[in-house]
Structure formats: structure tokens, C-alpha cells
């Protein structure tokens, strides 16, 4: 095998390269991916896509590592531990976040990351719960634009740990929207934009399973009838309840491990205000 880098690689040439292990990511997918993070493919003699590793900066001491797939035949043969070790010579000094499937557990602890939390795919066709309605978030609900950018960035980085800047910036772009306010001040937001099969909602970032959920209802209301995602760490609580009810029970779970540094939203002693209750996705976090 050899080495490239992933942005002189054609995407179609990618998204074959994820469809060979079931994942469901589009050519647009990828894209988006490079176009936020950097990293390698492993070529074969003939120039196939036969392995990949990717990561994400925020900031100067925090990254996260995603797109980490080999063919099946070179599962068994280190080329996932190969591209991880090219990965950590880019990112050296940083705590490293990442969410590994099953068959990649053993690899991940191999390369001294240690479990934090499940990450439960919620996803189907989405329809509007016709349970009781949860406690009432405190606020109003309205479409998010470019105005509220630096509020999101603001409060994600208060749930998640670290200031993403970029990622949102670039989510807003691609995504819809909605805030609950406190008057002026926005208290909570979700995004959706397509993903896979369908949307994917995320992140999404409240201080109550009222207020998640009141964000994020618009966006089951618009996309009833089609394909819908949320990835989550909440397996309890009105939340995880509303999710199902939507038509969006748990699918797989993955698990979120760190290298170095815990982030705020995992830190001992409770969890920050607000919460992250949705990943952008399990390669963004």
C-alpha cells in the first residue's frame, strides 16, 4: 500500500469506499468532510481506495478522528493501526476524540483511548408523536439565520467543550434551524441538514429535555414521512422517549472514546450546562 492525501482522491472513488462497509455517507458527504478536516487514503499498486483515516481541529489541543475504514480484506492485517499512527503524527499533543464501532474497539484501546459514553443511532421515518406532550420548554421557538451563528458557536462550546467556530459556521450553511429564545438570548438550537439515507438533526444543544425537544420537533413536523437521524448520548428521559415516538428507535450504538483530556460534556462531578444532547455526527462529535 501507499499513501495519499484524501483531497486528491475523486469522490466517487470515497463514496464506493464507504458503500464496501455498509456506511451510508454520499459523495456530498465526503465532501463536506473535506472540506472541514483533513486526511489519508491507503491506495493499493492499481490506485484503489482500500483504507482512510480523517481528523478535525478545534483549537489548538482538542481534535476529532472519523472516516477511519479499511477494506475487509486488510482488516486483519494492521492497516487501520497504520493509518491511526500517520493521523497521531498530525495531531501530536492534542486530545483526540473519536466514536468506534464494534469491530473497532479492540484497535482504538490497542492505541490507548478509553471508553466515555454510548452513542445511540436513533433513525427511520420520522412522524409526529401522538404521546402527551412533555413539560414546556420556557421560550420561543424561531428559525435560526446567519445573526445567530455566534450565539450557537456560544453555547455549543459551553455543551460540547471546546469552541467549534468552523464546524458551526459551516452547519449553518448546509443546515435549517431552529432556537428557542429567552427573549433575545437563544437558550437552545438544533440543526438539520441531509445526510445518508435522509437528514440527520444535529447538534443539538439545550439546557433540558423540554427545550431539546422543543427544537427539535420542528424539525420532525417538516420531515414526517422521510428518513431521519439523530445521534445521541441521552439513553433516558423524555428526550431518548420522544425520539422513539417519533419513529426513530435506537438502529446501532458506537462508543465514544478519548485519548488524553475529557471534554466538558463527560467531565466528573455533572455535566456542563447546556448539554450537547446530538452530535453533529459520529465523526464531527
Not at 439546557?207 to 420542528?218: G, H, K, M
Request: hydrophobic share 45%; proline share 4%.
Amino acid at each position: 500500500m501507499r499513501i495519499a492525501d484524501i483531497e486528491g482522491i475523486g469522490l466517487d472513488r470515497l463514496h464506493a469506499h464507504s458503500l464496501s462497509v455498509g456506511w451510508p455517507h454520499r459523495a456530498e458527504d465526503w465532501q463536506f468532510l473535506r472540506e472541514l478536516g483533513h486526511g489519508f487514503v491507503a491506495l493499493d499498486e492499481i490506485g484503489r481506495v482500500l483504507g482512510s483515516a480523517m481528523w478535525f481541529q478545534y483549537g489548538p489541543d482538542f481534535a476529532t478522528i472519523g472516516m477511519v475504514i479499511t477494506s475487509p480484506r486488510l482488516q486483519t492485517l494492521g492497516a487501520a493501526q497504520w493509518l491511526m499512527k500517520r493521523v497521531f503524527d498530525k495531531v501530536p499533543g492534542r486530545d483526540l476524540r473519536l466514536n468506534a464501532t464494534r469491530a473497532a474497539r479492540r484497535l482504538y484501546l490497542s492505541l490507548d483511548f478509553q471508553p466515555e459514553k454510548t452513542v445511540y443511532q436513533c433513525q427511520g421515518i420520522a412522524h409526529v408523536p401522538t404521546t402527551a406532550s412533555p413539560a414546556k420548554a420556557c421560550g420561543d421557538i424561531r428559525v435560526l439565520g446567519e445573526s445567530d451563528i455566534l450565539a450557537a458557536v456560544e453555547i455549543d462550546a459551553a455543551g460540547f467543550g471546546v469552541r467549534r467556530t468552523v464546524l458551526i459556521e459551516k452547519l449553518f450553511v448546509h443546515s435549517s434551524g431552529y432556537g428557542l429564545f429567552d427573549g433575545k438570548k437563544l437558550t437552545a438550537f438544533a440543526l438539520c441538514r441531509p445526510f445518508g439515507r435522509g437528514h440527520v438533526v444535529g447538534p443539538i444543544v439545550a439546557q433540558s429535555d423540554a427545550d431539546a425537544i422543543a427544537v427539535v420537533r420542528p424539525h420532525v413536523i417538516n420531515r414526517s414521512g422521510s428518513f431521519l437521524r439523530v445521534d445521541t448520548h441521552m439513553d433516558n428521559g423524555e428526550f431518548a422517549a420522544f425520539l422513539s415516538h417519533a419513529g426513530l428507535p435506537v438502529f446501532d450504538t458506537v462508543l465514544t472514546m478519548s485519548r488524553g483530556k475529557r471534554l466538558a460534556d463527560f467531565a466528573a462531578g455533572g455535566s456542563a450546562m447546556p448539554k450537547t444532547f446530538a452530535l453533529a455526527s459520529q465523526t464531527l462529535g
